[in-house]
């Protein structure tokens, strides 16, 4: 079973609207943390957020907050007031914290456009 | 601080040939990985390391050495170019792997092709 699950291939939003993109997850580990990357056209990945499996607030870093449910296993970012610069890939990725390699558990995206 | 830097940005190669791709952080990072991501695949973990000195292998290590021998570099040394190791590489470090410290900031990457 995949760790990591986005099933938005493509959301389309336009500037200064609000969006949502999806990600489930799948761990019996009861300590993880959850992680939002955004990649450009330019090739890198950007640490956006981070939601921690004991975190009893939802996190949020300026225009990004990270809607998490845990009994439902989801962990949606929804970013506000949309920017045509927000056009990008969104990876969401997880870590299971019972495991030493620290590996991160990645998603296979959402690509987001923001048209004027 | 530069964060997490590679070198180089591109790369290209032919079937036989190694090289090392260089990877630094100026963070004072201890748990250091590196990761390659291909279409369809996502990010796939080759080696990391959880301080000087200390490596191991991720999901997809064939092919691929690592040594740590500062906090700072983790090279990652590829034996015998092949097709199949065509790819985007990312290095990445957190300050470690405990709650909290372990989000992982990644380097630019470097796109490899070999022929």
């Known amino acids: 079973a995949q760790k990591i699950t986005q099933t938005q291939p493509g959301m389309f939003v336009q500037e200064k609207e609000a969006v949502t993109l999806d990600c489930t997850y799948d761990?019996?580990?009861?300590?993880?943390?959850l992680f939002w990357y955004k990649q450009p056209s330019s090739g890198e990945m950007i640490f956006l957020i981070y939601q921690g499996s004991y975190d009893q607030q939802n996190a949020t870093e300026g225009r990004y907050s990270l809607n998490f449910q845990k009994a439902r296993k989801s962990a949606n970012l929804v970013i506000s007031a949309s920017q045509l610069g927000d056009s990008a890939m969104y990876f969401c990725a997880m870590r299971e914290r019972g495991s030493t390699l620290g590996r991160l558990y990645f998603g296979r995206g959402t690509q987001l456009t923001v048209w004027p | 601080n530069a964060g997490v830097t590679q070198t180089p940005k591109f790369q290209v190669l032919k079937t036989g040939q190694s090289m090392t791709l260089q990877c630094a952080q100026d963070m004072n990072h201890e748990y250091m990985s590196w990761y390659r991501q291909d279409p369809g695949m996502g990010l796939r973990l080759i080696h990391y390391s959880v301080g000087a000195g200390i490596t191991d292998q991720g999901e997809v290590p064939n092919g691929y050495n690592v040594s740590r021998s500062t906090t700072e570099d983790f090279p990652l040394r590829l034996l015998s170019a092949a097709p199949s190791q065509t790819s985007v590489y990312f290095c990445a470090s957190s300050y470690s792997l405990a709650p909290r410290t372990d989000t992982q900031y990644f380097g630019p990457g470097t796109r490899l092709t070999v022929l």
């Open positions: 761990t019996s580990d009861p300590s993880y943390g």
